[in-house]
């Protein structure tokens, strides 16, 4: 007759082990301790064997009922079950964990990226990943597991973060199938998983009016100096936020007027040219008795061997009055692009001064000064521009 679970709860400890069956081999035997173990009885090669299936109640009936089936059919393929948990038991033991391998992965990528960019992805992967997924075999993990971990991060509201973690895994598994590790990426099995992020629009000003008032009051700023002068350059040059904190005066041509971003420090990886307008090259040349004899053209306040605080430039902008909403520091991206566009100038030679990538990846490569020559004329007719806004109405430039 089958085992009840009101059965085995009541089953009491006996001065010698003994045996509850439930039928097709399996049993629950039960200790003079009070321990209760499920074990499977079975005949393999005509030798009678018997397999541990767990300890009750960790191990519920319906759990040891199938886990029998599961060593019924191995048995039925002419696989022995005992054999085949004691090779499974030694794979999770040599198995390599998903942490152990993103951890690998990082490193061997790392010098390629920038700094900030490097710290971002070991960030989310310890933040959003490894405390769910961190310690399992690389090996084992299934799409539903990935996908879990993805619904934790989307649930707060941060649905391009899941998105970025999900390209991470799958960096990971590939990397873990590629050094063979692991059979293949589960994350393939998620697309179209996660709701598409939403296009991010920077907050910026667009309006001549509101970009003079704008100027006018970096110009007034009361705040550091240093911090001040990365208020004026950031609209004269219009890179992205984290180029300009960690530019360096070993990259300022102040002879050529030219800044020369490598390409590590770059978010294409592809190094970029940024003609320097006069408005740009006076701005440096107030700067450089601050701060030239060192590394970073903007250092940290506490740290000068680091650049300034990716915050610097959004709390300055607050402290003038700037809500989030209204202007970032990558809002002058944006600010540039649109009226550089209205004003009639190339279309190809705003992307490339706004170093977006090329859809020929091999021809960006080589061409990254494309352009160069309308982009001089255009960053001194941009400087130009900015300075007849900023100018009182009755008072010329």
């Not at 009361?222 to 609209?235: H, K």
């Not at 890179?239 to 960690?246: A, K, S, T, Y």
């Not at 990558?330 to 706004?354: C, K, V, Y």
Request: aromatic share 8%; glycine share 6%; charged share 25%.
């Amino acid at each position: 007759m089958p085992l009840a679970n009101t059965t085995i709860r009541s089953a009491q400890s006996k001065a010698k082990a003994y045996r509850l069956w439930d039928g097709y081999g399996l049993y629950i035997e039960v200790s003079p301790k009070g321990g209760k173990w499920w074990r499977y009885k079975y005949r393999f090669r005509g030798k009678e064997k018997r397999l541990s299936l767990g300890t009750y109640p960790a191990v519920g009936l319906k759990e040891a009922r199938d886990l029998r089936e599961a060593a019924s059919g191995r048995l039925a393929a002419g696989i022995d079950p005992s054999q085949h948990k004691r090779q499974h038991r030694l794979e999770q033991q040599t198995a390599t964990t998903f942490q152990q391998v993103a951890t690998e992965w990082f490193e061997k990528h790392q010098p390629s990226w920038s700094a900030s960019h490097g710290d971002r992805i070991i960030r989310r992967l310890e933040r959003d990943v490894f405390p769910w997924v961190g310690q399992r075999a690389v090996n084992e993990i299934e799409a539903p597991e990935i996908l879990s971990v993805l619904r934790r991060i989307e649930k707060r509201g941060a649905v391009e973060t899941a998105h970025r973690a999900k390209q991470n895994c799958g960096q990971v598994f590939r990397y873990a199938v590629a050094t063979g590790r692991a059979k293949r990426d589960p994350t393939t099995d998620l697309n179209g998983a996660l709701p598409p992020p939403r296009l991010r629009h920077y907050p910026t000003l667009t309006e001549p009016q509101a970009i003079a008032e704008l100027l006018r009051s970096i110009d007034g700023y009361q705040g550091s100096l240093i911090t001040r002068q990365a208020l004026r350059l950031a609209p004269l040059v219009f890179v992205r936020p984290g180029e300009l904190r960690h530019a360096e005066w070993s990259e300022i041509n102040l002879d050529t007027a030219e800044w020369r971003i490598p390409a590590p420090k770059t978010k294409r990886r592809r190094a970029h040219v940024v003609p320097l307008s006069t408005q740009a090259l006076a701005t440096l040349k107030e700067l450089h008795p601050l701060t030239g004899a060192g590394h970073y053209l903007f250092p940290g306040r506490r740290m000068a061997k680091r650049p300034m605080s990716e915050n610097t430039v959004n709390a300055a902008l607050r402290n003038l009055g700037y809500a989030k909403e209204q202007m970032t520091g990558h809002g002058f991206r944006s600010m540039a692009s649109t009226l550089l566009n209205e004003n009639g100038w190339s279309p190809d030679a705003i992307e490339r001064q706004l170093a977006h990538v090329d859809g020929n990846s091999v021809r960006a490569a080589y061409n990254y000064a494309d352009y160069l020559d309308e982009r001089r004329r255009m960053m001194q007719w941009w400087a130009d521009y900015l300075d007849d806004l900023k100018a009182p109405p009755d008072q010329p430039a």
